[in-house]
């Protein structure tokens, strides 16, 4: 899911990289509140599916092998949700940091990330063994997300930073909730691959209805469209523009 998301980054990088290099900070204001509030809803939706299908897909996955009880545990599911999920809700602002290219501002908190993630885990791994390890990912996934968000609330979208909270503390709260609510149910009612299928699909339906019912936001995004032209033909910005206003459409030149 992560990889999954990371694409969805990498594709609207350029675009980021375009507003950032013409310094039109008030588009991407506007673009990455948008871009950031899409995301989260899908990215809760997806993680919720992941926290309650997890331990049903382990059980059916290993229901003939002969040790099978002891492979389907609850708190290796959440912890490996719990982990993936902190990696992936810092894409929205590393994406833009990397369209800036800010390597080099922000190498000292790759460093320190690994070298959390290592003492943390060696510190825990012969007490708690592979929950141990992924713990310390965890703490080292919780800084770096941390760092990014106030970084790009700091250095590119001030203000942002109480908003950006806000959106992870609503999402995280649905999240908690539709996963505990759900996970015995689907633990207990999922027996086949065909309904663990449908449960998927109605419980990622659900989950992401309800994220953007509580994120109350939606009244107040405009969607934005950034077009990038291939070239510099006048003819062809015309054109475009004129699509769009026949579209009652405003348009901005940033050129």
């Not at 492979?71 to 809700?89: E, G, K």
């Not at 080099?104 to 990330?113: C, D, G, I, P, S």
């Not at 700091?154 to 649905?174: E, N």
Request: charged letters at 15%; aromatic letters at 16%; proline letters at 2%.
């Amino acid at each position: 899911l992560t990889g999954l998301f990371n694409s969805l980054g990498n594709g609207v990088r350029s675009a980021f990289g375009e507003i950032l290099s013409q310094n039109q900070m008030d588009t991407l204001y506007k673009a990455f509140g948008m871009f950031e509030y899409v995301f989260f809803i899908l990215t809760f939706a997806s993680f919720t599916c992941l926290a309650v299908l997890m331990y049903p897909f382990v059980t059916l996955y290993s229901e003939k092998f002969a040790d099978a009880a002891i492979y389907p545990r609850w708190a290796l599911v959440l912890l490996f949700t719990f982990c993936a999920l902190i990696q992936t809700v810092r894409i929205p602002g590393s994406t833009v940091q990397i369209a800036a290219g800010h390597f080099k501002q922000t190498q000292f908190a790759a460093f320190l990330e690994a070298f959390i993630n290592l003492t943390v885990s060696v510190a825990l791994i012969f007490r708690f063994g592979i929950a141990g390890v992924i713990f310390g990912t965890c703490a080292s996934y919780f800084y770096r997300s941390n760092y990014v968000i106030v970084y790009n609330a700091k250095h590119f979208l001030p203000g942002t930073l109480r908003r950006t909270y806000l959106r992870l503390l609503r999402c995280g709260a649905v999240f908690c909730l539709f996963v505990v609510l759900m996970m015995e149910f689907i633990r207990e009612a999922v027996n086949g691959w065909l309904l663990w299928l449908i449960c998927g699909a109605a419980a990622f339906a659900a989950s992401a209805f309800a994220e953007r019912a509580e994120s109350g936001e939606a009244a107040s995004v405009n969607p934005l469209i950034v077009v990038q032209l291939p070239n510099n033909s006048d003819a062809l910005l015309e054109r475009v523009q004129q699509f769009f206003e026949s579209k009652s459409v405003s348009v901005e030149n940033g050129l």
